[in-house]
């Protein structure tokens, strides 16, 4: 965790003096993160304005002889401009196309670009070929890239030939980003959990890198009946819902929440279970990481990513090498004396606390510039 603290961005302190920036972004919302809302929150304490992108609009403006609608466009998830949906390799790439030309456009009006790589590539690219030039190129476009742990900006480098104007910014807590006003005692009440069980919580979408069927898996390995595997989240893909579906139907240990779980009912989950697993079989950055953190619950996690410098095995979770130990590493939850359990689930929190977004905004804000 220090490596990512150290190796931040520090900002000016006579940034705060500066003018207001104007910034669009691709993204202000999501349904199932609170990442992009604790941003924007943070930045805005800087006098910074921010609006949704509209690449159309700003373009015709500019062509009309109208003035810049902002100052600065911050990009996220950038696979919105890259239609990985096409099926037909001449209309994603025209698609494609039309987006960087209009970034191109807007880059020479004066406009300066900030990209923050969530993923250096999309975990299942439809159209890899495509997905790879039209991220080099957006690589070219921007002024500033922003990753979030020095695995990251190495990923970046070797993937993309690009060193120069990399800032590494960590991603920030959910500390009070979603409810957190139910007990331990009542959230295993309303989940039919008894309190005496040991819960292993696996939260949020569904997908196969995220290791659900390795953590099955190693689950079934495990012996000790007062253990429970509980997973909760939406699930796109039917042939893996029908996976998870059977192995519950096997093994009465495992409960299930196969929907989407709105931000109100985090803290139940959250504050039932006992441990986060986060079995990923590729992962560059996780939020699920920070969001278990900030509600005080250990992690278990692979030595993949961006992970490698935020978890400390022992101490705010346990961390392993090859698939095969995730099972010995659960293991080792069962078997970690209450105190221990309760003191890393403090050291968790505490790291949480280290990524408070007031710094972290003023880090972004420090980009802009």
Same mark, same amino acid.
């Given at each position: 965790?220090?490596?990512?603290?150290?190796?931040?961005?520090?900002?000016?302190?006579?940034?705060?003096?500066?003018?207001?920036?104007?910034?669009?972004?691709?993204?202000?919302?999501?349904?199932?993160?609170?990442?992009?809302?604790?941003?924007?929150?943070?930045?805005?304490?800087?006098?910074?304005?921010?609006?949704?992108?509209?690449?159309?609009?700003?373009?015709?403006?500019?062509?009309?002889?109208?003035?810049?609608?902002?100052?600065?466009?911050?990009?996220?998830?950038?696979?919105?401009?890259?239609?990985?949906?096409?099926?037909?390799?001449?209309?994603?790439?025209?698609?494609?196309?039309?987006?960087?030309?209009?970034?191109?456009?807007?880059?020479?009006?004066?406009?300066?670009?900030?990209?923050?790589?969530?993923?250096?590539?999309?975990?299942?690219?439809?159209?890899?070929?495509?997905?790879?030039?039209?991220?080099?190129?957006?690589?070219?476009?921007?002024?500033?890239?922003?990753?979030?742990?020095?695995?990251?900006?190495? $990923?970046?480098?070797?993937?993309?030939?690009?060193?120069?104007?990399?800032?590494?910014?960590?991603?920030?807590?959910?500390?009070?980003?979603?409810?957190?006003?139910?007990?331990?005692?009542?959230?295993?009440?309303?989940?039919?959990?008894?309190?005496?069980?040991?819960?292993?919580?696996?939260?949020?979408?569904?997908?196969?890198?995220?290791?659900?069927?390795?953590?099955?898996?190693?689950?079934?390995?495990?012996? $000790?009946?007062?253990?429970?595997?509980?997973?909760?989240?939406?699930?796109?893909?039917?042939?893996?819902?029908? +996976?998870?579906?059977?192995?519950?139907?096997?093994?009465?240990?495992?409960?299930?929440?196969?929907?989407?779980?709105?931000? +109100?009912?985090?803290?139940?989950?959250?504050?039932?279970?006992?441990?986060?697993?986060?079995?990923?079989?590729?992962?560059?950055?996780?939020?699920?990481?920070?969001?278990?953190?900030?509600?005080?619950?250990?992690?278990?996690?692979?030595?993949?990513?961006?992970?490698? $410098?935020?978890?400390?095995?022992?101490?705010?979770?346990?961390?392993?090498?090859?698939?095969?130990?995730?099972?010995?590493?659960?293991?080792?939850?069962?078997?970690?004396?209450?105190?221990?359990?309760? +003191?890393?689930?403090?050291?968790?929190?505490?790291?949480?606390?280290?990524?408070?977004?007031?710094?972290?905004?003023?880090?972004?804000?420090?980009?802009?510039?």
């Amino acid at each position: 965790m220090s490596a990512i603290l150290k190796s931040s961005t520090e900002p000016d302190k006579s940034v705060q003096a500066l003018p207001s920036l104007r910034v669009l972004t691709s993204h202000i919302h999501l349904q199932d993160n609170q990442y992009i809302t604790c941003l924007w929150s943070s930045v805005k304490q800087h006098g910074v304005d921010v609006d949704l992108l509209r690449l159309t609009q700003i373009i015709a403006q500019k062509i009309i002889g109208g003035q810049k609608m902002a100052d600065v466009i911050h990009l996220h998830w950038v696979q919105k401009f890259c239609p990985l949906a096409h099926k037909k390799t001449p209309q994603a790439f025209l698609s494609t196309l039309k987006y960087l030309v209009g970034f191109i456009f807007l880059k020479l009006q004066g406009y300066k670009f900030v990209w923050t790589v969530h993923n250096t590539f999309s975990h299942d690219p439809k159209l890899p070929s495509i997905e790879y030039g039209f991220r080099w190129i957006l690589s070219r476009i921007c002024n500033d890239i922003i990753v979030m742990s020095e695995y990251g900006k190495q $990923e970046f480098i070797q993937m993309f030939g690009r060193s120069q104007h990399i800032h590494i910014i960590p991603h920030g807590n959910y500390i009070g980003a979603y409810p957190n006003r139910i007990s331990r005692s009542e959230a295993r009440q309303k989940l039919g959990i008894a309190p005496d069980q040991k819960v292993f919580l696996h939260l949020g979408q569904l997908k196969p890198y995220k290791g659900i069927n390795q953590l099955l898996v190693a689950f079934s390995q495990i012996r $000790e009946s007062d253990a429970v595997l509980l997973i909760a989240g939406s699930c796109k893909d039917d042939q893996l819902a029908e +996976e998870i579906q059977q192995a519950a139907r096997s093994d009465s240990r495992v409960l299930l929440k196969l929907e989407f779980i709105p931000d +109100e009912d985090i803290q139940l989950y959250m504050n039932a279970c006992d441990w986060v697993v986060l079995p990923y079989q590729k992962i560059l950055n996780s939020g699920s990481a920070l969001l278990a953190l900030s509600f005080s619950r250990p992690v278990i996690v692979p030595q993949k990513g961006a992970l490698t $410098e935020l978890i400390e095995d022992s101490k705010q979770g346990f961390c392993y090498a090859e698939d095969g130990d995730l099972a010995k590493s659960i293991d080792r939850a069962l078997n970690t004396p209450v105190e221990q359990w309760k +003191e890393m689930c403090a050291q968790a929190f505490t790291l949480a606390e280290q990524l408070d977004w007031s710094r972290i905004g003023t880090l972004v804000y420090h980009v802009y510039q």
